[in-house]
């Protein structure tokens, strides 16, 4: 029964604790610590009012989508995907017009 259970952990040793960590969003990123840097904290303070306030002038330029792209990889995963969430909700919905060259959100 021994082997039973540690089958039951998944591959190479991995037990439902390193799952959850993965899960939450900081795992990968934060690497040893669970805390947000100060860094990643101003980054998702700026993106969130980033896109609050395309989302409130019901476009989204490319000065937008540049800003975007240089927040999101400072972001933590949760984060992001928030972000992500919102815009796309709000484009096929149809609140949220795409007036960039490219026609791109991020």
Do not use: C, H, Y
């Amino acid at each position: 029964m021994a082997l039973a259970a540690a089958d039951a952990d998944g591959p190479a040793g991995k037990n439902s604790n390193d799952r959850r960590e993965r899960d939450d969003g900081l795992g990968a990123e934060a690497g040893a610590s669970a805390l947000p840097s100060p860094e990643m904290l101003q980054a998702s303070v700026e993106t969130d009012q980033l896109v609050s306030a395309g989302l409130a002038r019901k476009v989204w330029t490319q000065s937008d989508m540049l800003e975007l792209q240089a927040q999101l990889p400072l972001l933590v995963m949760a984060a992001r995907q928030e972000q992500i969430r919102r815009l796309v909700q709000a484009v096929n919905a149809q609140q949220l017009n795409v007036d960039a060259t490219r026609g791109q959100l991020f």
